[in-house]
Nanobody
């Protein structure tokens, strides 16, 4: 079955960086667009970044443009989210999503705090 496993979250100071990874299995990864979402306490889950199947196109939420980069390695069935210049408002649980399959990972928590 479709499995998405996120990793790489943690506690980081404002201005710091983190790299999230999502390992995918159970479907043809290279043919699937992938997304990262996040959900902060008391807020709705929001789209952070999206990448097409071969990485030819990406798009981002306005709040993370120029700071976050989504990428993928189709040889390793993995999608990444490089997060730079982190702000406290980036604190959330980050989820990997395979839109074509309607599948979600379990999430990885990011806390940006001094």
């Amino acid at each position: 079955q479709v499995q998405l496993v996120e990793s790489g979250g943690g506690l980081v100071q404002p201005g710091g960086s983190l790299r999230l990874s999502c390992a995918a299995s159970g479907f043809t990864f290279r043919r699937s667009a992938m997304s990262w979402y996040r959900q902060a306490p008391g807020k709705e889950r929001e789209l952070v970044a999206h990448i097409t199947s071969f990485g030819s196109s990406t798009n981002y939420a306005d709040s993370v443009k120029e700071r976050f980069t989504i990428s993928r390695d189709n040889n390793k069935n993995t999608v990444f989210l490089q997060m730079n210049s982190l702000k406290p408002e980036d604190s959330a649980v980050y989820y990997c999503h395979a839109p074509q399959w309607g599948s979600w990972g379990q999430g990885t928590q990011v806390i940006v705090s001094s």
